[in-house]
């Protein structure tokens, strides 16, 4: 009897560990120096260039508008160029000269919404003579309602260009590997609102 109770001990033992194997891991928390940390998830290259170009897209067009809101601010400087670069860094730029030049600012925030990654592709190819850069394309609305165009004095002035509008986003990453090279190449806005 008593060699089948140490038996009896190391099956059951046995099924405990079996059974916790079963079960879903719960995160591990290692200690550090008195602060308690959980480990880091990592997601896959192309989850995080998606997320990253969304973050670019909506970065961009709240740096736009932060440039727009203030006529002392640089119109190509640092804010934009941390988001943007080519054309879409030009429209941002061209807009706030305007502005500037014609002594009027715009208030309020951009909304981009409904933005979804239409395609994705990391390929990254020096060899030839144009470099295919890693990039993101995406589509949403630019919801423009909450913007309005002021005159130096602070009344509103009509803006044919605060029309919110449905458009296509490429966004690319010219420092790849690096994960902090994103930045918004081009949109093209359609003629259909949202």
């Known amino acids: 009897m008593r060699t089948s109770r140490p038996l009896a001990l190391v099956a059951a033992a046995g099924l405990v560990v079996l059974a916790g194997c079963a079960q879903e891991p719960t995160p591990l928390v290692v200690r550090t120096g008195g602060v308690d940390r959980a480990p880091v998830e990592k997601i896959s290259p192309e989850d995080d260039a998606r997320q990253r170009a969304k973050g670019v897209v909506t970065g961009y067009f709240a740096s736009a508008d932060g440039i727009f809101d203030n006529p002392s601010a640089d119109p190509g400087g640092a804010t934009l160029e941390a988001v943007a670069e080519g054309s879409a860094k030009t429209v941002a730029s061209t807009r706030a000269n305007?502005?500037?030049?014609?002594?009027?600012?715009?208030?309020?925030?951009?909304?981009?919404?409904?933005?979804?990654?239409?395609?994705?592709?990391?390929?990254?190819?020096?060899?030839?003579?144009?470099?295919?850069?890693?990039?993101?394309?995406?589509?949403?609305?630019?919801?423009?309602?909450?913007?309005?165009?002021?005159?130096?004095?602070?009344?509103?002035?009509?803006?044919?260009?605060?029309?919110s509008v449905r458009a296509t986003f490429s966004v690319r990453n010219t420092s790849w590997p690096s994960r902090d090279g994103w930045r918004l190449s081009w949109f093209k806005e359609s003629k259909t609102p949202c």
């Open 98 to 163: 305007r502005l500037i030049l014609a002594e009027r600012a715009q208030t309020g925030r951009t909304e981009i919404t409904d933005l979804t990654v239409t395609s994705l592709d990391l390929t990254f190819d020096d060899s030839k003579k144009i470099t295919v850069w890693p990039t993101v394309r995406l589509s949403g609305c630019i919801d423009r309602s909450a913007l309005k165009t002021v005159d130096a004095s602070g009344a509103p002035v009509k803006d044919p260009a605060l029309r």
